[in-house]
């Protein structure tokens, strides 16, 4: 189970500071507070009563799997205003976690990823959605409930590979921008050519094949595949040694790409979680056998940031197109547009709500608050 992060008394962080977890329960560092596993408060220092439900911690279901702390948020838990992100999510992107069990509650260690939060906007068991547009939500209630899971990658569940390092980055963009990536393959010879040693671009380049494809098997329509195949060329002409990648995309927020390479093999985790309605904190953990060589793992993560990195002046500066004039070659955005409705409906926040949203959290000003010039 998962708290909000922040005291509804004063303020405190739940998370840090001394806190700790007893018998189940939260004590706020500040003033000792201490509130049980369903958020109720159930004991304030030097009072002999409790306030009521306006003192109490909203807690989410939460699931660690593949080594990361998965946050469900459904719509239904958003009614009152778009800016519930930042009562759970800090300016780290942490919450706090109940389920310690040896009462200690630390900071993430060596910056892991620590929380990683599941779409917000979600709606009960979907079926085939009726209309075609991302911006067109397909119709059902919203659920408090997951209506789907986070399929197990082996060798991260069992702790066999360890981990190898971790990039981060804030990107200002709508959620949808990031995950459409992954079936916008016409982007990646455009924008991903250019080799990744400025120096040497005048001799070498990138070579990319890809495919994305939404799983139909049942229970698995939240799931896509994504097969990529990257080339080094000199002078155009490929050289021998590709390095192949395998992608589980499970919805919108978690990526798991399993690369095989001539030096070994790897898994990179990456997160995108919304931490204000447009920004969204990305981390990209890695995790390799122990008998990968540890410089070649710090080689393969900054490699990743830098052709990650070379799409974040695209997002920042983009504005999003709801119906976009598409060519053959983009064969996949359709596709992908009509499998992320699932994971929207009539109550999920549109993206003018979200921009207005945006704009009230950078000026401070509360959720619902009108703002004009």
Known sequence: MVTDAYCPHLGAHMGLGGSRVENGCI????????????GACVEVPGSDTCPGKAAALRTWEAVERNGVVSVWMSSASHKEGAGAYSALVDKSGSGVDLSSSNGELSEPAAG??????????????????SKTDASSP??????????????????????????????????????????????????LPALHARFI?????????????????PRKAPGQGHIADVRISEAIALFGVELPG?????????GPSQVFLQMHTPVGRATLIETVTPVSPLELRVLHALYVPRTVPSVFAKALLMATLIQFEADVPVWTNKQYAPRPVLSSADKGIPVYRRWVTQFSHEGSISYEDAAKQHLRDKLGLPAGCTTSW
């Open 242 to 250: 590709k390095v192949n990648v395998s992608i589980t995309q499970v």
């Open 112 to 129: 892991k990823p620590a929380l990683s939060l599941a779409y917000e906007h979600t709606q009960a068991p979907p079926a085939a959605a």
């Open 197 to 213: 040693v400025p120096g040497l671009r005048w001799a070498f380049s990138h070579n990319w094949a890809a495919s994305w494809t």
């Open 27 to 38: 004590r706020c560092p500040f003033h000792g507070w201490k509130f049980d596993a369903s």
């Open 138 to 187: 397909a119709s059902g209630a919203a659920s408090l409930a997951p209506w789907f899971h986070i399929p197990i990658v082996p060798e991260l569940e069992s702790g066999e590979w360890h981990y190898a390092g971790y990039t981060e980055n804030i990107v200002p963009a709508l959620l949808l921008e990031i995950p459409e990536n992954g079936s916008d393959v016409a982007h």
